[in-house]
């Protein structure tokens, strides 16, 4: 029986609670289906690490986690420690250590689940975001100087490469040709950004060159915000850089009904090293401890991670134990508007899959 090492990564806030709550229902998922099995292996990495070591994670981090064969995170961030500290010494250091340049966020409304746009269903809003998650706005090139000082200069460089622009271009319109409808929107700000982003669209360009099956349109990213409110149903898949796309994912799960349902792959698509799964919401300290964190993101995380994988009939099965779940307004925490509680939707999940005879 094949089995899998997965790195657990809790983080910070209510990534304590939903990583727990997404372990559990794994592990009854695996049991189900009898052909895999799962072995985590849980690293206390953190805010709380960061407060006992002055890092967010050990230098060897890195080598620890390359065995494994998927990272399951949670969240990082807390009111105490700076957020450039704490994300930087985790999250993107994993992402950009591992080369994992796909960051893929699906977007649609679930059974159950109402959108604040006026009667738009999952017809209507049904999105995969593909964000270049390894340059860009977030390449961490730039600095400051005369600290403190009246003249104090602080620069961030967008550094968009060739190889780096080509390889999230193909990637996203091979995900989009497997995808029924076919349609690929890229998206720009090469009227103002007249460098890296005309770059950007002459590559898109080129390479769509390379799927003539793939209809492919371009949008500014400040007309794509309205156009993901007012013509949901023209789009499809979504290719947009890193800080573009890490905006627009966030209205996506708005509008799909809630942050707390939201997932996310960070892919090295090569398979050189492990990929990792996370739900988008962040650390929320404001509930955390407080047993209403919705765990549905972090599951449907982990029917990313069950995809890439090569598990895709337990990527199913969770995926229709989500569903099930979320079609019941008793199951709604308090993000959609109910009372349940963390545990209560985790126990729901983990009955709908042990009842699951497909």
Known sequence: MKSYRIAAIPGDGIGK?????????????????????LAFE????????????????PAEGLAALKGF?????GAVGAPDVPDHVSLWGLRLAICQGFDQYANVRPA????????????????ELDWVIVRENSEGEYAGVGGRVHRGLPE????DVSVMTRAGVSRIMRFAFALARGRPRKLLTVVTKSNAQRHAMVMWD????????????VTADKMLVDAMTMRMVLRPQTLDTIVASNLHADILSDLAAALAG????????????????????????????DIAGQGIANPIG?????????????????????MRAIERVTADPALHTPDLGGSATTRQVTEAAVAAIKGDNT
Do not use: C, K, Q
Not at 202 to 213: K, N
């Open 152 to 155: 104090e200069v602080a620069t």
């Open 108 to 123: 649609r409304i679930l059974p159950g689940i109402t959108s604040p746009l006026r009667g738009v269903t999952a017809r």
């Open 42 to 57: 849980t690293f206390d990495w953190g805010s709380d690490y960061y407060r006992r070591h002055r890092v967010m994670m």
């Open 258 to 285: 809630s942050l707390g349902i939201a997932p996310t792959a960070n892919l090295d698509p090569e398979r050189r090293f492990p990929s990792m799964f996370e739900p988008i919401h962040g650390s929320a300290f």
């Open 298 to 318: 972090t599951l449907w995380s982990a029917t990313l991670m069950l995809e890439h994988l090569g598990e895709p009939a337990a990527a199913a099965r969770l």
């Open 69 to 73: 064969d998927a990272i399951y995170f």
């Open 17 to 37: 609670e939903v990583i727990a709550a997404g372990v559990e229902v794994l592990t009854a998922l695996a049991a189900r289906d009898g052909r895999f099995g």
């Open 202 to 213: 002459e590559i898109a360009a080129e390479v769509a060159g390379e799927f003539p099956d």
